[in-house]
């Protein structure tokens, strides 16, 4: 079983798809955890990033049902399937007054103190599939870009980490971020400062495989205008971002603990 930790409906597939469907073509069976999934509130906090980001997705004023389907269509593409939780993006997460953590400047920061949502994974039940097998893979973001989400579902993976021992553990980077170097070396920062030494692997894929990825992201309807002009400009990118990891072969890159 190979589990796969995604802040958000898309960063596992931005990030791993073709690492995932190298897996399941091999018949390996592989799961995605979508940690902010759920419906937002009604009402909708007053909240910049909320305004910003419904205007751009462009669903409506619950784009988490059209995210929703589009991750399960994505992850059908690559071979997986999906797991949603039913937590708020940070977006719409608020204090007890109501007022938001996280506005729009705010989203690449620190976390909030207030913020609940880690304690809420820490009291989640994966699924039984996951925690009666016997070979388990748990696959963690790094936090490359330093997001709240990212960064709260790293910590989650570094709690599930001590919990079940017996678990292999590969850290990802989360594309697109990760096309900027320097996040990547600040994420890992995080875990020098923590004493957690990191080898980076390059896991090198086929056009086969690279083309089912870029097949899964273009699911994700509401989020290419945030990231790219169209569609082919999108594959474009992918394979440039998987040709610098691989050092001009195709890959994806992850880390584990040194011996």
């Not at 993006?89 to 007890?96: A, E, G, H, L, P």
């Not at 790219?228 to 691989?246: D, H």
């Amino acid at each position: 079983m190979h589990l796969f930790l995604s802040p958000h409906l898309d960063d596992a597939v931005f990030s791993c798809g073709a690492t995932i469907r190298r897996l399941t073509a091999n018949r390996q069976s592989v799961l995605i955890v979508s940690v902010t999934a759920g419906d937002p509130p009604d009402p909708l906090p007053d909240n910049d990033a909320v305004r910003e980001l419904h205007g751009r997705w462009a669903v409506g004023t619950n784009p988490s049902l059209a995210r929703r389907s589009e991750d399960i269509n994505a992850a059908r593409l690559v071979g997986a399937t999906v797991y949603h939780l039913p937590f708020h993006d940070c977006i719409y997460r608020t204090d007890k007054d109501g007022k938001p953590l996280y506005r729009h400047a705010d989203l690449f920061g620190s976390v909030h103190p207030e913020d609940q949502l880690l304690d809420g994974l820490l009291d989640t039940s994966l699924p039984a599939q996951v925690t009666e097998s016997a070979d388990v893979t748990l696959y963690i973001p790094l936090g490359v870009g330093g997001h709240v989400d990212h960064q709260i579902t790293r910590d989650w993976g570094l709690a599930l980490k001590e919990k079940y021992p017996a678990w292999k553990v590969r850290f990802y980077e989360e594309y697109p971020y990760s096309g900027d170097e320097m996040a990547t070396e600040r994420a890992l920062e995080f875990f020098m400062w923590n004493d957690i030494r990191l080898d980076s692997q390059i896991f090198w894929v086929s056009e086969t495989e690279v083309d089912a990825k870029i097949q899964a992201i273009a699911c994700y309807n509401s989020q290419i205008s945030t990231f790219w002009k169209s569609e082919n400009e999108m594959a474009i990118a992918i394979r440039q971002a998987m040709l610098r990891a691989g050092r001009t072969v195709l890959a994806e890159r992850y880390w584990h603990e040194s011996d």
